[in-house]
């Protein structure tokens, strides 16, 4: 195992392979702003755009057509293009630009490029230290990123919560040497930490979230629980003394019905709904509340006057769902549901699939279906794991306007290469495979 993984990173196309790795770094570490004088060499723009070209000139194009998810991310740019015909502000053109590189140079290449089960595996143990990179930086912040959708604690520890679950069930995974064992529990460690220090309430919810998946996928539900409730009980004196000052009391705030927080984002809630039945088919277009919040607040329930009232201008939705409603309409919250519900089906159909082979004894099997066996059992972990991280993008999602964050759009590319993978063996096939591009692998449950 581990010299065919090592083979995966050395094989065909190694070299766009690891660009990828190093754009994905680039987007969630953010190099460029942790080193000094790596900013001004533009190496993230150079990365991204040299990858796009380069997968439209050479790549699989048909992947943007051929694979579903991958397909309804591409409709959903599309109508974020449309949104432009209607939109107040040029915000609308930044944003879709910024989604269209996720689905164009970090999405669609990752399909093109992972095109075997160790190149997969490989993928998501680097995945596993960009993470960790991401989380020892904001340990040294103290729960906040370096910026972009990383810079506000909240957007952090969203991202946080949604990186925890794939540390947690590689554990589990066959060739996990003892080191990347030391690498996992080391993720899961300084992840939990950073999410507390946070301070957020939305990231504490995505955390329990994720948490509660995590423990209904465990095979032994009842000891856990009792597990999970003596660790509690015993380490609880510690817990509290390590608790930041006031954290507590911030999480009780989440019910207090006078917090300004929460006030305001009630008010936004509201002000989307408006936004939405006033333009229920297209929205009022992509980025584009805040720009229309003071078109449309008078109309609100909390609306006095310019004296009495809190204007809303200029602020985001805070929250995922209410901002995909207003500002991308039925048509785009259409597109985006059906891309949730393709994800959550494609991982169920590669959890069965796990499953079944699991059934199956031992001793009434070969050597290659005992390694059919263990990859469709590791590719159901994975499964979990994206099942489990995308519960807390959709719970701590509905306190932050994440929609057109990366997280969803690169979901979808994992859950493709998970699909695709899952059932090929553990051999040379991405060799097999530059050459005739209209070779497609899909993983439909059957070995």
């Known amino acids: 195992m581990r010299t065919n993984l090592r083979n995966a990173a050395l094989g065909p196309l190694r070299t766009p392979f690891v660009l990828l790795v190093a754009s994905y770094s680039f987007l969630y570490v953010r190099w460029q702003d942790i080193i000094p004088g ?5 190496l993230t723009g150079f990365l991204q755009y040299g990858l796009l070209v380069w997968f439209l000139v050479t790549g699989d194009r048909k992947i943007l057509s051929r694979e579903p998810l991958i397909r309804l991310s591409v409709i959903f740019v599309i109508l974020m293009v449309v949104s432009w015909v209607f939109a107040v502000h040029v915000s609308a053109f930044y944003r879709t630009r910024y989604v269209a590189l996720l689905v164009f140079a970090f999405a669609a290449p990752l399909v093109y490029l992972v095109r075997d089960w160790p190149r997969t595996i490989t993928f998501f143990r680097c995945w596993v230290l960009i993470n960790l990179l991401v989380s020892l930086w904001a340990l040294r912040t103290r729960g906040v990123g370096v910026g972009d959708f990383l810079g506000d604690e909240n957007d952090l520890s969203l991202a946080m919560s949604m990186a925890l679950p794939y540390p947690i069930f590689m554990l589990s995974m066959s060739g996990s040497t003892a080191r990347w064992k030391l690498i996992f529990r080391a993720t899961i460690a300084v992840i939990v930490v950073v999410i507390i220090i946070s301070f957020s309430r939305g990231g504490f919810l995505g955390l329990i979230a994720v948490a509660t998946s995590v423990w209904l996928f465990s095979k032994n539900k009842l000891r856990n629980l009792l597990i999970t409730l003596a660790t509690v009980l015993l380490a609880g004196a510690l817990i509290v003394k390590v608790l930041p000052v006031g954290y507590t009391a911030r999480l009780n705030s ?9 006030v305001e984002r009630l008010q936004s809630w509201e002000l989307g709904w408006i936004m939405w039945k ?5 929205g009022v277009g992509v980025d584009q509340f805040p720009w229309n919040a003071a078109r449309y607040e008078r109309m609100t329930s909390y609306w006095i006057d310019e004296e009495h009232s809190t204007s809303l201008a200029g602020r985001e939705a805070h929250s995922l769902y209410f901002s ?7 048509a785009g919250v259409t597109v985006f549901l059906c891309l949730l519900i393709g994800i959550v089906r494609t991982l169920a159909n590669v959890i069965r699939a796990g499953s079944k082979l699991a059934k199956i004894s031992p001793e009434s099997q070969s050597k290659q279906t005992l390694e059919e066996q263990q990859r469709a059992s590791d590719a159901a972990l994975l499964a979990k794991a994206i099942l489990c991280s995308l519960t807390g993008f959709l719970v701590s999602g509905a306190f932050i306007s994440v929609a057109y964050y990366p997280h969803i759009w690169l979901i979808a590319a994992f859950v493709t290469i998970l699909r695709n993978n899952g059932s090929k063996p553990y051999g040379p096939p991405l060799a ?9 692998y899909v993983f439909d449950g059957n070995t």
């Open 38 to 42: 790596l900013g001004p060499l533009r």
């Open 254 to 262: 989440i019910n207090d019905p006078t917090s300004s927080t929460r």
């Open 278 to 282: 006033h333009n229920p088919i297209l």
């Open 324 to 330: 995909l409603l207003a500002e991308m309409g039925l």
């Open 432 to 440: 097999e495979t530059i050459q005739p591009r209209k070779q497609h």
